[in-house]
Every structure is written in structure tokens, then in C-alpha cells.
């Protein structure tokens, strides 16, 4: 998780993610305070999307001190306006099939499991689910 926090999020990356035309980017804040965001992006669909509009949901985020308390909620239905306004027939996202408080999340917004696929975090490779939700 180190290696994969040191190399991924590093300030420089993150800026850089913001600067590209296919990432949407939304930010929760309480009291002028970031406590949240979600990255959105476009990206070509994975196997069992075909061709249908879609967009990923990349990350969705809150600061430790605010999980349960709504962050997650407010920006996933941020997301999901912003896909159906973007004209898009699903919203998609990967999640490692070991974080059941993540997968309960999202089955509770309506996504389903419809794939898998490898994902390496610093040197362990993991199995991601691919959840989908239809607008």
C-alpha cells in the first residue's frame, strides 16, 4: 500500500490527473474544508460494456473522520447526475473484491458485479470486481 500511496498519489500526479480533459473531478467540502471527492473519467469501456455510453467512476473518496457520515452518499449522486447529464447509459467503477464496506456501498446505489480483472497495488496483484450501474 506504501509503494502504491508514494507512486500514485503524489502531489504532482494528482495535479496532473486534474489538467486532463477526460477526468471530472467533484469535491466535497463542509465549512470551506475539502472532506471528500470523486474523479469521473472517460475512458474505452471494458469487456461487457461493448459500446454502450459510459463513464468510470475512478475514486470516490472521503477523509477518514467523515466516513458515515454522507460524504460518499453526496458524491455518488453528484456522479450520477453528472453521468446522465453527460448523456451516458451506465456509470462503472473497479473495486477490490476483499472491501465488503465498499461493495455494500455501491450495491446499495444499484451497481452489480458484471467482471473482474487484475490490479496491482505496489507489488501484490489483486482481483478487482467491475460494478456497473444503468442510468
Known amino acids: 500500500m506504501d509503494k502504491f500511496m508514494n507512486e500514485q498519489f503524489t502531489r504532482e ?3 496532473k490527473e486534474v489538467g486532463v480533459q477526460q477526468n471530472i473531478f467533484l469535491i ?5 474544508e475539502a472532506v471528500g471527492y470523486a474523479r469521473m473519467r472517460e475512458v474505452p469501456n471494458p469487456a461487457g460494456l461493448d459500446s ?4 468510470e467512476l475512478a475514486r470516490i473518496y472521503s477523509v477518514q473522520s467523515r466516513i458515515g457520515k454522507g460524504i460518499g452518499s453526496a458524491l ?15 456509470l462503472w467503477l473497479g473495486v477490490w473484491e476483499k472491501n465488503q464496506h465498499a461493495i455494500s456501498f455501491y450495491e446499495r ?3 452489480e458485479k458484471f467482471s473482474e480483472h487484475e490490479f496491482v497495488l505496489g507489488d501484490d496483484v489483486q482481483t478487482d ?3 456497473k450501474k444503468a442510468l
Open 76 to 90: 455518488m449522486k453528484k456522479c450520477i447526475e453528472v453521468a446522465q447529464q453527460e448523456k451516458k447509459q451506465v
Open 28 to 32: 466535497a467540502e463542509i465549512d470551506d
Open 109 to 111: 446505489w444499484g451497481f
Open 13 to 15: 500526479k494528482l495535479m
Open 52 to 55: 454502450l455510453p459510459a463513464i
Open 129 to 131: 470486481w467491475l460494478m
